[in-house]
């Protein structure tokens, strides 16, 4: 399933929900698009998910789609993201992410979308690992020890 209205695209993959976004951005633009990511992040089954966000080609976003990404990005919290990670081509990007985000997760970056989606791959494994294992430590033991 790919979304892709004019300033953002949208790809799910499993459980990391690859972000393209582009140009300038306005509230008007923004609305959708966090609406976009809401309706993909429900078909993830409150399971952890990552966010990667390929920013290359973006320009600059305006003082209230800063305001209103910060209330994302605590929604994001709130519904299992793990991890937001970021591609920039610039710093001025950088600075609004920071803004944005500020206080609520660190910004963690990248140099390629590749990077960043098998970093992110290796983060959910781990959570599903970490998982598993707090489900078997709650299990009362049997005392059988299997040869």
């Known amino acids: 399933m790919h979304i892709t209205p004019p300033h953002y695209e949208l ?7 690859i972000c393209r976004i582009s140009e300038h951005w306005v509230l008007d633009c923004t609305e959708p698009y ?4 809401k309706k993909i992040v429900s078909g993830f089954d409150n399971q952890p998910w990552c966010r990667v966000v390929n920013m290359l080609q973006f320009k600059l976003a305006t003082p209230e789609v800063i305001a209103r990404m910060h209330q994302f990005g605590r929604w994001s ?3 299992h993201c793990l991890l937001h990670a970021f591609i920039f081509s610039n710093k001025q990007q950088q600075e609004q992410v920071e803004a944005a985000y500020n206080g609520l997760f ?3 970056t990248f140099k390629t979308e590749r990077d960043a ?8 494994r781990m959570n599903l690992l970490q998982q598993k294992a707090d489900h078997y430590s709650r299990l009362p033991a049997t005392g059988n020890n299997p040869r």
Do not use: Q, S, T
Not at 11 to 17: E, I, R, S
Not at 117 to 123: E, G, M, N, Q, Y
């Open 77 to 79: 919290m709130d519904h």
């Open 34 to 37: 966090i609406e976009a990511i």
């Open 11 to 17: 790809v799910p993959d499993h459980n990391v929900l």
């Open 117 to 124: 989606i098998v970093h992110c791959c290796r983060l959910l």
């Open 106 to 108: 660190p910004i963690v």
